[in-house]
Nanobody, 129 residues
Framework: QVQLVESGGGLVQAGDSLRLSCIVS????????MGWFRQAPGKEREFVAT??????????YYADSVKGRFIISRDNAKNTVYLQMKSMKPEDTAVYYC????????????????????WGQGTQVTVSS
């Protein structure tokens, strides 16, 4: 079974930056599609970003709400996926979840949480005004 552990959440002010990490174990990391989702209190869990890996580099896809501000990246040697967040806004406040899937779907199809079989426990991110 794939196991995911998120870290890096915390309290920041609007305009600040924060980087989340997700360590993956149990499967070949390069074969996994990795995703980031977030869920604010009283709201549905929403897609943030996703990434796949091939021999010639990574592929990435972002939600419109975070394009230009967030970057998903992978370090295959460390079996880790990152979410670099900049210019953060109060509306970014949520529990952020790392997710993984073994499929080979186009990343534009991987925006639903139902597409992912494995999930971490989440890390809290709070952005103050």
């Amino acid at each position: 079974q794939v196991q995911l552990v998120e870290s890096g959440g915390g309290l920041v002010q609007a305009g600040d930056s924060l980087r989340l990490s997700c360590i993956v174990s149990g499967r070949t990391f390069r074969s996994l599609i990795m995703g980031w989702f977030r869920q604010a209190p009283g709201k549905e869990r929403e897609f943030v970003a996703t990434s796949s890996w091939s021999w010639n580099g990574s592929n990435k896809y972002y939600a419109d709400s975070v394009k230009g501000r967030f970057i998903i990246s992978r370090d295959n040697a460390k079996n880790t996926v990152y979410l670099q967040m900049k210019s953060m806004k109060p509306e970014d406040t949520a529990v952020y979840y790392c997710a993984a899937d073994e499929s080979s779907e186009p990343l534009s199809f991987m925006t639903s949480q139902t597409k992912y079989d494995y999930w971490g426990q989440g890390t809290q991110v709070t952005v103050s005004s």
